[in-house]
């Protein structure tokens, strides 16, 4: 028989993360008191702060007129560039599938 694997709340890894972020402890210490693996608590610390940072992110004031101008554009160019990827992948394709006749090397 295997080991079974144990499973988290998300409560518990948020109390976790926040056990290591809001007293300063080390990772090795909380994992060590709350026996679970450093790994896993190392990566629970680190969603936890990118869900904050996005969290504060976005609670500042909206997007200004120029900022929204050039998300717009910048999608728009995104937008052109997939396009572009899209039809540069199909033209190799196309041409990988027929390969040139030795006549055509000279």
């Known amino acids: 028989m295997g080991i079974t694997r144990r499973k988290f709340t998300l409560e518990f890894r948020?109390?976790?993360a926040h056990r290591v972020i809001d007293t300063g402890r080390t990772v090795r210490d909380v994992a060590k008191?709350?026996?679970v693996l450093e790994n896993s608590l190392s990566t629970w610390v680190r969603d936890e702060r990118r869900r904050m940072?996005?969290?504060?992110?976005?609670?500042?004031e909206p997007?200004?007129?120029?900022e929204r101008a050039e998300?717009?554009?910048l999608?728009?160019?995104v937008a052109e560039k997939d396009k572009?990827?899209?039809?540069?992948g199909k033209a190799a394709a196309?041409?990988?599938s027929k390969p040139p006749k030795q006549r055509d090397l000279r």
């Not at 940072?53 to 500042?60: D, G, I, K, T, V």
């Not at 997007?63 to 120029?66: K, N």
Request: aromatic share 10%; proline share 0%.
């Open 63 to 66: 997007l200004s007129v120029a």
């Open 53 to 60: 940072e996005a969290l504060q992110a976005s609670s500042n």
């Open 14 to 16: 948020t109390e976790a």
């Open 94 to 96: 196309y041409f990988a």
């Open 75 to 77: 999608r728009r160019e």
């Open 84 to 88: 572009d990827l899209a039809f540069l």
């Open 33 to 35: 008191e709350l026996s």
């Open 71 to 73: 998300l717009l554009r």
